[in-house]
């Protein structure tokens, strides 16, 4: 019955979807719903974005492991970057009017950088929808009672989320994200309730929490464990401020009200409610303490949809695993249509240059589908990956390559397409070169990106200039 439940749920978020995808009439529709979003769609779908399957499963495994501490990256770091986009550049950019973060690129930069950030930022995206993947399989396949394999849950979850964000883009998104976020508040919200008076009232809950040291956030005072902590937070915080799935967003909104109020809305509720699943699975601690060691041994992630089983009653499970499904869905369509439309604009435009706005919106369309299969291939080659290893690392690539050119290209005159070149090579270079050799197990390869970005960007900006900034006219928007 229960999974009978789950799949009419994804027939009918699918049959919305579809609806909404009657909107798109061109690429501008497909990709940024037409600028027509107000500032409530701007909060649901920045909100629902941000809060997927790593939220509700990868957050409370961590958090039992690590204390706040260990989720440094997410929630803290995810949502704060939510907050400095609304801040600092959803204004900047949205008055710009440009169908995607890399068209920023080469506006100021030209062609090359333009290239090179877009190569960089759907490569991000690897880990981010591999993450929902895997966690759409772990659900039928828990489901299924493991009739339904991971991997077969994996297929299945992505023709679910397909079969609108092919044909309705951002204003199938939008109006999806919209519903599940309804569906995710008060599915969690009422789980934890009823999951603390399980547990004897949330103030016990809190109160083991305090016990097993769970609150501790600050690491020691050793230069190797703040350096790290530095990272960590500044991965997804700054990293994931150079991704179109942001950037989408900020340019759906129907205002610049809209545009700069709506991620910070969002960024606020992502934190404060990423607390319910840490919540929750602190809770099981004491429900079934036996059961949650186990698991916490063997995968963490099964946590709480083995809490919900075992020990709530059926309504409980249809909210749980509909909150749930809501979270995944909302980011992966999301992930999915966001390197679909930056491979589209910013690499295939090279080649066909003079393409008609409707040849524009079919490749969008086969892009989705081909990213969808390559998704596919590398969750089922990546099983076993922590979910939130999968998220948190993929963020590291745009944090060391495409960050530094666009806060430097909006807030500092004198960066050029040279210190941009620079700040790529010299980012990545430098980051890899931590991954490989023995020194980045002592300072983190990341923040040694970041710096080395930074410094490649200044030197590139203020030495000779040997690279030429060649810049194409911009394409307008369709109406």
């Known amino acids: 019955?229960?999974?009978?439940?789950?799949?009419?749920y994804l027939l009918v978020t699918i049959a919305i979807g579809l609806y909404a995808a009657r909107r798109v009439k061109n690429t501008t529709d497909f990709a940024i719903a037409g600028r027509?979003?107000?500032?409530?769609m701007i909060v649901t779908t920045t909100f629902a974005t941000w809060f997927g399957s790593e939220t509700v499963l990868g957050i409370p495994a961590k958090f039992i492991d690590s204390g706040l501490g260990g989720v440094i990256e997410d929630p803290f770091g995810a949502g704060t970057c939510l907050i400095l986009v609304g801040l600092f550049f959803a204004g900047k950019l949205?008055?710009?009017?440009?169908l995607t973060i890399s068209d920023y690129y080469r506006e100021r930069y030209g062609r090359l950088v333009e290239v090179a950030c877009s190569l960089i930022i759907m490569l991000s995206y690897l880990g981010w929808v591999s993450a929902q993947v895997t966690a759409l399989g772990l659900v039928f396949n828990v489901l299924s009672g493991g009739v339904v394999s991971i991997s077969m849950g994996m297929v299945i979850g992505v023709l679910s989320i397909l079969a609108y964000t092919l044909f309705g883009g951002m204003w199938s998104v939008a109006v999806t994200d919209?519903?599940?976020?309804?569906?995710?508040?008060l599915g969690l919200a009422l789980l934890a309730v009823f999951a603390g008076n399980m547990a004897g009232g949330a103030d016990k809950v809190i109160e083991f929490a305090a016990s097993k040291d769970l609150f501790r956030f600050w690491p020691e005072p050793s230069f190797k464990d703040m350096v790290f902590f530095l990272a960590a937070a500044l991965t997804m915080m700054l990293g994931s401020i150079p991704q179109q799935d942001v950037f989408q967003r900020v340019m759906s909104a129907n205002s610049v009200k809209s545009a700069t109020r709506g991620?910070?809305?969002g960024g606020v509720a992502y934190i404060l409610f990423a607390f319910v699943p840490m919540f929750l699975v602190a809770s099981a601690l004491l429900i079934m303490p036996e059961t949650t060691a186990q698991l916490l041994k063997d995968d963490p992630q099964r946590v709480l949809p083995t809490l919900v089983l075992e020990k709530m009653p059926f309504v409980m499970q249809v909210m749980f695993f509909g909150?749930?499904?809501?979270a995944i869905k909302s980011t992966a369509s999301a992930t999915l249509l966001a390197p679909s439309v930056t491979f589209t604009e910013n690499i295939w435009r090279q080649f066909?240059?003079?393409?008609?706005?409707?040849?524009?919106?079919?490749?969008?369309r086969i892009t989705v589908l081909v990213f969808s299969a390559a998704v596919l291939a590398y969750s089922i080659r990546m099983q076993g990956t922590p979910i939130y290893e999968l998220v948190s690392g993929a963020y590291q690539v745009p944090l060391v390559g495409a960050f530094v050119p666009l806060v430097c290209g909006l807030y500092w005159q004198r960066a050029t397409t040279q210190g941009a070149v620079f700040a790529v090579l010299l980012g990545i270079g430098v980051w890899l070169a931590g991954l490989a050799m023995p020194w980045g197990e002592e300072f983190p390869a990341q923040l040694a990106g970041l710096l080395a970005s930074l410094a490649g960007m200044v030197a590139g900006s203020l030495a000779p200039q040997w690279v030429s900034n060649v810049r194409t006219p911009h394409r307008p928007l369709a109406a």
């Open 323 to 326: 909150a749930l499904l809501s």
């Open 1 to 8: 019955m229960l999974l009978s439940l789950v799949i009419l």
């Open 263 to 265: 991620p910070v809305i």
């Open 178 to 185: 919209f519903i599940q976020m309804i569906i995710l508040v």
């Open 36 to 40: 027509h979003l107000p500032l409530f």
């Open 352 to 364: 066909r240059p003079a393409g008609s706005d409707k040849a524009n919106l079919r490749t969008m």
């Open 94 to 98: 949205y008055r710009m009017t440009l």
